[in-house]
């Protein structure tokens, strides 16, 4: 199959602050000190690889008391041109919401919304053709998803998170081609029984993640149709990919998994 990539915007925020300080994942641990000018780098790399690939990327100015903004992709969803602000789960990032919402403001969208309930944007949001699908357990209220539905005016599908280590939804899943409702690939184990027999009946095709790929946060990725940017050591994801007509472009960004994030958790994607 021939797949094509579709020209995307994409909203980053460098690392220049970056640092891990508290731990609010399995993945931080303020005794790993953080090698800033490698993060800078790895961030540096993952940007230019968009525009190498022809889409457009806008940047959010750092905070120097918010290190985790780097990952842009909590700060809001954007679906059709509307903005769902987000609401953070721990004190130490909930700054980041405001200052999300006050670039889309400057930037001239109408269409906002501010949450009432817990969502961490498209940590736990993640759009198909029709369908928005849900993380919660974690991060998200359960509340956040009807939410999102009367705001997007598009059905919302809540999967239930029981691994920790797997805390938002895109740690676990990674929607391939978004203009289907059918290519995903996402690691069963971090879902309750029920999730994932309701993802085995939405994608029956799915890309099905080993343990050790999803370890190395390879299901953390970015597609647009054709080229899937994602950790260079999620090694087992890419033969399945290149089966499908997809084109794997592996990246290392370690220093930025200290945080717990790495390629999704750096990217927030602006549709419409």
Same mark, same amino acid.
């Given at each position: $199959?021939? *797949?094509?990539?579709?020209? !995307?915007?994409?909203? $980053?925020? #460098?690392?220049?602050?970056?640092?891990?300080?508290y731990s609010? @994942?399995?993945? $931080?641990? #303020?005794?790993?000190?953080?090698?800033?000018?490698?993060?800078?780098? %790895?961030?540096?790399?993952?940007?230019?690889?968009y525009?190498?690939l022809?889409?457009?990327v806008? &940047?959010?100015?750092?905070?120097?008391?918010?290190?985790? $903004?780097?990952?842009?992709?909590?700060?809001?969803?954007?679906?059709?041109?509307?903005?769902? +602000?987000?609401?953070?789960?721990?004190?130490?990032?909930?700054?980041?919401a405001?200052a999300?919402?006050?670039?889309?403001?400057?930037?001239?969208?109408?269409?906002?919304?501010?949450?009432?309930?817990? @969502?961490?944007?498209?940590?736990? =949001?993640?759009?198909?053709?029709?369908?928005?699908?849900?993380?919660?357990? =974690?991060?998200?209220?359960?509340?956040?998803?009807?939410?999102? %539905? &009367?705001f =997007? +005016?598009?059905p919302?599908? +809540?999967?239930?998170?029981? @691994?920790?280590?797997?805390?938002?939804?895109?740690?676990? /899943?990674?929607?391939?081609?978004d203009?289907?409702?059918?290519?995903?690939?996402?690691?069963?184990?971090?879902?309750s029984?029920?999730?994932?027999a309701v993802?085995? !009946?939405?994608?029956?095709?799915?890309?099905?993640? %080993?343990?050790?790929?999803?370890?190395? =946060?390879?299901l @953390?990725?970015?597609?647009?149709? *054709?080229?899937?940017?994602?950790?260079?050591?999620?090694?087992?994801?890419? &033969?399945?990919?290149?089966?499908?007509?997809?084109?794997p472009i592996?990246?290392? /960004?370690?220093?930025? /998994?200290?945080?717990? +994030?790495s390629?999704?958790?750096?990217?927030?994607?602006?549709?419409?």
């Open positions: $199959m021939v *797949r094509r990539a579709t020209a !995307r915007r994409y909203l $980053m925020c #460098p690392p220049t602050h970056f640092k891990v300080t609010i @994942n399995p993945w $931080m641990d #303020p005794g790993k000190p953080v090698d800033l000018p490698l993060a800078l780098a %790895q961030w540096e790399d993952l940007r230019d690889r525009r190498a022809g889409h457009t806008e &940047e959010l100015q750092p905070h120097p008391e918010l290190p985790d $903004m780097v990952f842009a992709a909590n700060g809001a969803t954007v679906v059709d041109g509307r903005v769902l +602000g987000a609401r953070f789960a721990y004190p130490e990032r909930t700054a980041e405001a999300h919402l006050e670039w889309f403001r400057a930037r001239g969208y109408r269409d906002i919304h501010e949450p009432e309930h817990i @969502n961490e944007g498209e940590g736990d =949001f993640a759009v198909t053709a029709s369908w928005v699908l849900a993380g919660r357990g =974690f991060r998200s209220s359960p509340l956040s998803h009807p939410e999102a %539905q &009367e =997007f +005016g598009r919302v599908i +809540g999967l239930d998170l029981v @691994n920790p280590r797997y805390y938002h939804l895109d740690t676990a /899943l990674c929607v391939l081609d203009t289907t409702d059918s290519e995903v690939m996402y690691y069963p184990e971090a879902f029984p029920g999730s994932q993802l085995a !009946r939405l994608f029956p095709d799915a890309i099905i993640a %080993q343990e050790a790929d999803a370890e190395a =946060f390879g @953390n990725a970015v597609s647009d149709g *054709r080229n899937v940017l994602l950790p260079q050591a999620a090694v087992g994801l890419f &033969e399945p990919l290149r089966q499908r007509g997809y084109e592996g990246l290392d /960004l370690s220093e930025l /998994l200290k945080g717990g +994030g390629v999704k958790c750096c990217t927030q994607e602006l549709r419409g």
